[in-house]
């Protein structure tokens, strides 16, 4: 026989655990709380470093506004350059309109395909020099290197929440992982059985040593229970799938209640379901014992089976 000071150091030891146990799981409940504050920090930052850089386009977009009406005045005062280069590219547009150059046209843009890519670079730099645009090719390029930077950081903000969600999965891992290993070794010591015995005390006992149980966790149980049902007459009958949610949620109270075997008796319902006649599958529903014996709860099912 063990003596009283073994006793004491074995009850020591599994108290150590439990509180080891208890107290690594607040731990890790600490640290994701710490992560969630950090994944709701990054998010609002995100936020706002759009919100931002969004106002910051929006108000060099007025200033290159103001910075067109400022050359398209500038350019009145430009010399016959100017209207050279707007006639060289109005030439096109004009000869287009006119029957007998169209092939003029269509062969110059075709022959413009062979044009160096270099060529192409000069020709843009002559005009914007020319036309006086130099100011806003400047603003574009930089409008269009903020975009760039915008999109680096809505980028670099997305990859942050991304981790900070992989860190808050993980610990939610841990913490089943410690949840199940608890659950596994008091389902051990407790045993299970399905129906109610009374225990060394003389309590009613069902379960894994249950004396009680709340609606939430009978709910849980239900909710287990309908999608097991859910899943059993998808497979066995191939109408199911077909019926609206109301009539699959009768279908599934009534085997519920009566039972896969129960249910599978209801021939005639079940025919005039296969034939997409409703009114006389609901109908066939009260030829049954378990009408008799439910009247009032089987006749709320089958006016929300009949209306659908």
Same mark, same amino acid.
């Given at each position: 026989?063990? %003596?009283?000071?073994?006793?004491?150091?074995?009850?020591?030891?599994?108290?150590?655990?439990?509180?080891?146990?208890?107290?690594?799981?607040?731990?890790?409940?600490?640290?994701?709380?710490?992560?969630?504050?950090?994944?709701?920090?990054?998010?609002?930052?995100?936020?706002?470093? !759009?919100?931002?850089?969004? !106002?910051?386009?929006?108000l060099n977009?007025?200033? =290159?506004?103001?910075?067109?009406?400022?050359?398209?005045?500038?350019?009145?005062?430009?010399?016959?350059?100017?209207?050279? !280069?707007?006639?060289?590219?109005?030439?096109?547009?004009?000869?287009?309109?006119?029957?007998?150059?169209?092939?003029?046209?269509?062969d110059g843009?075709?022959?413009?395909?062979?044009?160096?890519?270099?060529?192409?670079?000069? !020709?843009?730099?002559?005009?914007?020099?020319?036309? %006086?645009?130099?100011?806003?090719?400047?603003?574009?390029?930089?409008?269009?290197?903020?975009?760039?930077?915008?999109?680096?950081?809505? =980028?670099?903000?997305?990859?942050?929440?991304?981790?900070?969600k992989v860190?808050?999965?993980?610990?939610?891992?841990?913490?089943? %992982?410690?949840?199940?290993?608890?659950?596994?070794?008091?389902? =051990?010591?407790?045993?299970?059985?399905?129906?109610?015995?009374?225990?060394?005390?003389?309590?009613?006992?069902?379960? /894994? %040593?249950?004396?009680?149980? *709340?609606?939430?966790?009978?709910?849980?149980?239900? +909710?287990?229970?309908?999608?097991?049902?859910?899943? *059993?007459?998808?497979?066995?009958?191939?109408?199911?799938?077909?019926?609206? +949610? +109301?009539?699959?949620?009768?279908?599934?109270?009534?085997?519920?209640?009566?039972?896969?075997?129960?249910?599978?008796?209801?021939?005639? *319902?079940?025919?005039?379901?296969?034939?997409?006649?409703? /009114?006389?599958?609901?109908?066939?529903?009260?030829?049954?014992?378990?009408?008799?014996?439910?009247?009032?709860?089987?006749?709320?099912?089958?006016?929300?089976?009949?209306?659908?």
């Amino acid at each position: 026989m063990l %003596g009283f000071g073994a006793i004491a150091n074995l009850a020591g030891s599994v108290i150590s655990g439990v509180n080891d146990h208890f107290k690594g799981k607040q731990e890790l409940k600490k640290v994701k709380l710490i992560a969630d504050k950090e994944l709701i920090a990054m998010e609002a930052k995100a936020k706002i470093a !759009v919100q931002q850089a969004k !106002v910051d386009m929006m108000l060099n977009t007025q200033d =290159n506004d103001f910075k067109l009406d400022m050359i398209a005045l500038q350019n009145q005062k430009k010399s016959w350059k100017d209207e050279f !280069v707007l006639a060289i590219f109005m030439i096109p547009f004009i000869a287009i309109f006119i029957p007998q150059y169209h092939h003029f046209v269509e062969d110059g843009f075709k022959a413009m395909e062979y044009i160096p890519e270099w060529w192409t670079y000069l !020709v843009i730099g002559m005009v914007v020099s020319i036309m %006086g645009l130099r100011g806003l090719l400047r603003d574009f390029m930089s409008n269009s290197n903020m975009r760039l930077k915008l999109k680096h950081k809505e =980028n670099q903000a997305i990859n942050d929440i991304k981790h900070t969600k992989v860190k808050i999965k993980n610990i939610d891992n841990d913490l089943k %992982g410690q949840n199940n290993k608890a659950s596994l070794f008091i389902a =051990n010591e407790e045993g299970f059985s399905e129906k109610v015995y009374k225990d060394s005390l003389g309590f009613d006992t069902f379960g /894994i %040593g249950f004396t009680y149980i *709340t609606k939430k966790e009978s709910l849980d149980i239900l +909710n287990g229970r309908i999608n097991n049902l859910e899943e *059993t007459l998808s497979s066995k009958y191939k109408w199911f799938n077909s019926l609206s +949610n +109301n009539r699959k949620m009768i279908i599934i109270s009534m085997c519920y209640q009566l039972g896969l075997n129960g249910f599978s008796e209801f021939k005639n *319902t079940i025919e005039f379901i296969e034939e997409g006649d409703y /009114i006389r599958a609901g109908e066939e529903m009260k030829d049954s014992l378990a009408y008799k014996q439910t009247s009032q709860r089987w006749d709320r099912q089958i006016k929300i089976f009949q209306d659908g």
